[in-house]
């Protein structure tokens, strides 16, 4: 259904991902590439497979998070295979008011910007090339502002990072005691940090062993978790 030539096979498909590993490590021979973005963002299930099976530097994949037409859709997590599942959640450089609703929903949700810029946004003009580099890279200025502006305790990762968040996020669980005095929170799976959203309805947080809370809005906080166990005082 789209406009490009597909491949025969599965040995044509393992050729293909050979040749992007090794034209990688040409032009960026300093740098370990472990995140892969499916064309398009179409990936078949033996395409999914074959990364798994035959390609272990590829540690992520990052695709769509919203549905769409072909797309390979994801969700923040781990398979089972142990490829980290890593959707984008925006792309591009024209803002318009559905990216802005994706973008602050997904602040809500698990606090996470993702965005991403394809090589030929600059050159596609469907996708704003019309617009000219200086509106384009105004654009993404002026969101890069109201994003520090809204969320300034967003940090700052690359893929790979992210990708690495995404698994301690994803292999920890925790056990909670909630007394008059404190709350208590105790970590299994814990590695060596882990973030959380927390919301207090009693009582305002005090003194954080284990771990340091930052206020977001109302009675909503993110923790960041250094230790095992967390203890989060609570004062009247």
């Not at 032009?27 to 999914?48: C, D, H, K, Q, W």
């Not at 993404?140 to 520090?148: A, E, F, K, Q, R």
């Not at 404190?182 to 959380?196: A, G, P």
């Amino acid at each position: 259904m789209l406009p490009y030539d597909t491949w025969k096979n599965q040995s044509a498909m393992k050729k293909a991902v050979k040749e992007l590993v090794r034209f990688g490590d040409k032009i960026f021979p300093s740098t370990s590439m472990s995140v892969y973005v499916p064309p398009s963002n179409v990936l078949s299930a033996e395409g999914r497979r074959m990364l798994a099976e035959d390609f272990p530097q590829i540690r992520t994949i990052a695709s769509n998070y919203f549905t769409g037409e072909f797309a390979y859709v994801q969700e923040f997590e781990v398979a089972e295979d142990g490829i980290v599942e890593q959707p984008r959640i925006i792309s591009g450089a024209i803002i318009d008011s559905y990216m802005k609703m994706a973008a602050l929903s997904e602040l809500n949700m698990h606090f996470v910007n993702s965005h991403f810029i394809h090589p030929d946004d600059l050159l596609d003009e469907d996708r704003g090339a019309a617009l000219g580099w200086e509106k384009l890279k105004g654009n993404l200025s002026d969101y890069m502002d109201w994003l520090d502006d809204s969320a300034p305790s967003l940090r700052q990762l690359t893929g790979s990072e992210l990708s690495g968040a995404i698994q301690r996020y994803g292999a920890v669980t925790f056990t909670k005691t909630v007394t008059d005095q404190e709350i208590r929170l105790e970590l299994d799976n814990f590695y060596d940090e882990v973030y959380f959203m927390v919301r207090i309805n009693e009582g305002t947080p005090g003194d954080v062993s284990g771990g340091k809370l930052t206020h977001l809005t109302g009675n909503l906080y993110l923790l960041k978790a250094k230790e095992p166990t967390v203890t989060i005082e609570k004062t009247e």
